[in-house]
């Protein structure tokens, strides 16, 4: 009886370790041989994350002897296994048609709050440059560059107070917009280090506003992109890269509490324009990450903005759209205040006038909730 309980046992702890070794080799073989289909370890970390540890521990038990209480429900090991090899579920037959059909994946997308009629097309969706414009970036096109906008200066600090509560930044600061470049027409093209026309331009003219509305604003203009030349990694880590300068930001002034970071979404014109009172307006949108505790908060002042700019400006805010780590980063770095938010404005089609206006709408709507937040007297 001894001898047939350490046998018992002894086959028990040879198959767990088999077992370790076969995931082990399933892994190291889907990194290798599915490299098309984008595996990655945070593929796996989101999978595995779904799986309750002692539900599993307890079932791995049963399985050698079924004695054992199983706790909890059915897990399949097979289904678990065959996801983490193959980035597919199956029960989400998008996880499958994505591989032939990649824009399905844009439309993973939750939707918070948007405008009536918003069809999945209309959905915003950001696209990966190619490493090639990355590195060589398009040049802007002096002759559509306006007065507004080499006349912006976000070192004013008229009226502007001393105490800077407000951070605006751009993880992806190349973004820019097809009519102020040169040479560009395809849309994976609006791609510049010019700051004159890139988001950082946004970011120049919206601080420059808030300060003249006595709000303090550091704006923050790091060239996201040369950091990840420079560290040779991938357009992906955009968010690791920022999220140093955001961090880094709070540690030297703990009073930044509303972070706002700008992007451009790759949707076309007729998806990101709104006239108002006769005059042509970029569409924002408002982005909430969803892969951290807490996002409600950011989502409630996302919303909030959401419903003035929708008050004040019919048909300028798209809306409000939630994303997970199965979507996209997931963070966005607003893991740091329950006041960050990142605002796409306008896509690759609208031209300066457009992101102008739209900024001026922005900059009033956005410092009339900052004064009702902290009280006009400051002001």
């Given at each position: 009886?001894?001898i047939s309980?350490f046998k018992?046992?002894?086959q028990?702890i040879?198959t767990t370790?088999?077992g370790?070794?076969?995931?082990?080799?399933l892994?190291?073989?889907?990194?290798?041989?599915?490299?098309s289909?984008?595996f990655?370890?945070d593929?796996?970390?989101?999978?595995?994350?779904?799986?309750d540890?002692?539900?599993?521990y307890?079932?791995?038990?049963n399985f050698?002897?079924?004695?054992f209480?199983?706790e909890?429900?059915?897990?399949?090991?097979?289904?678990?296994f065959?996801?983490?090899?193959t980035?597919?579920r199956?029960?989400?037959t998008?996880?499958?048609l994505?591989?032939?059909?990649?824009?399905l994946s844009?439309?993973?997308?939750?939707?918070?709050v948007?405008e009536?009629?918003?069809?999945?097309?209309?959905l915003?969706y950001?696209?990966t440059?190619?490493?090639?414009?990355?590195k060589?970036p398009?040049?802007?096109d002096?002759?559509?560059?306006?007065?507004?906008?080499?006349?912006?200066?976000?070192?004013?600090t008229h009226?502007a107070?001393?105490?800077?509560r407000?951070?605006i930044?751009q993880t992806?600061n190349l973004?820019s917009?097809?009519p102020?470049l040169?040479n560009a027409?395809?849309p994976n093209?609006?791609?510049?280090a010019?700051e004159r026309?890139n988001v950082?331009?946004?970011?120049?003219?919206?601080?420059s506003?808030?300060q003249?509305d006595?709000?303090?604003?550091?704006?923050?203009?790091?060239?996201?992109?040369q950091?990840?030349?420079?560290r040779?990694?991938?357009y992906?880590a955009?968010?690791?890269a920022?999220?140093?300068v955001v961090e880094?930001?709070i540690?030297?002034?703990?009073?930044?509490?509303y972070?706002?970071?700008?992007?451009?979404?790759?949707?076309?014109?007729?998806t990101?324009?709104?006239?108002?009172n006769?005059?042509?307006?970029?569409?924002?949108v408002?982005v909430v990450?969803?892969?951290?505790e807490?996002?409600?908060?950011?989502?409630?002042?996302?919303?909030?903005l959401?419903?003035e700019?929708a008050?004040?400006y019919?048909?300028?805010?798209?809306g409000v759209?939630?994303k997970?780590?199965?979507?996209?980063?997931g963070?966005?770095n607003?893991n740091?205040?329950?006041?960050a938010?990142?605002?796409?404005?306008g896509g690759?089609?609208?031209?300066?006038?457009?992101l102008?206006?739209?900024i001026?709408a922005?900059?009033d709507?956005f410092?009339?909730?900052y004064?009702e937040e902290n009280g006009?007297?400051?002001?």
């Amino acid at each position: 009886m001894p001898i047939s309980k350490f046998k018992y046992y002894f086959q028990f702890i040879y198959t767990t370790i088999l077992g370790v070794i076969l995931v082990f080799i399933l892994i190291s073989g889907a990194t290798t041989s599915f490299v098309s289909q984008k595996f990655s370890s945070d593929y796996i970390r989101g999978a595995l994350e779904k799986v309750d540890a002692a539900n599993l521990y307890s079932q791995l038990f049963n399985f050698e002897n079924h004695y054992f209480p199983k706790e909890g429900s059915t897990i399949s090991l097979s289904n678990l296994f065959f996801q983490v090899a193959t980035n597919i579920r199956l029960d989400d037959t998008r996880t499958l048609l994505g591989r032939e059909l990649p824009q399905l994946s844009f439309y993973h997308t939750k939707i918070i709050v948007a405008e009536e009629g918003t069809t999945i097309a209309q959905l915003p969706y950001e696209s990966t440059p190619s490493d090639e414009i990355l590195k060589n970036p398009k040049e802007a096109d002096e002759e559509k560059i306006t007065d507004d906008t080499s006349k912006t200066d976000d070192n004013n600090t008229h009226q502007a107070s001393t105490d800077k509560r407000v951070l605006i930044y751009q993880t992806h600061n190349l973004e820019s917009y097809l009519p102020l470049l040169k040479n560009a027409q395809n849309p994976n093209d609006a791609i510049s280090a010019d700051e004159r026309v890139n988001v950082v331009s946004l970011g120049s003219k919206l601080t420059s506003l808030l300060q003249k509305d006595g709000i303090g604003v550091q704006h923050d203009k790091t060239n996201m992109n040369q950091k990840l030349l420079d560290r040779k990694w991938k357009y992906t880590a955009s968010y690791s890269a920022s999220s140093e300068v955001v961090e880094a930001a709070i540690s030297e002034n703990k009073d930044l509490t509303y972070l706002i970071d700008i992007h451009r979404d790759s949707a076309r014109k007729d998806t990101t324009t709104a006239t108002i009172n006769g005059k042509s307006y970029a569409k924002i949108v408002f982005v909430v990450g969803e892969g951290y505790e807490g996002y409600e908060k950011n989502q409630a002042f996302a919303k909030k903005l959401h419903k003035e700019l929708a008050a004040k400006y019919p048909g300028i805010s798209r809306g409000v759209y939630g994303k997970s780590q199965d979507q996209g980063n997931g963070i966005y770095n607003q893991n740091f205040s329950d006041k960050a938010i990142l605002l796409e404005v306008g896509g690759v089609d609208n031209n300066q006038e457009e992101l102008n206006r739209t900024i001026d709408a922005f900059a009033d709507v956005f410092s009339e909730v900052y004064w009702e937040e902290n009280g006009a007297t400051e002001q």
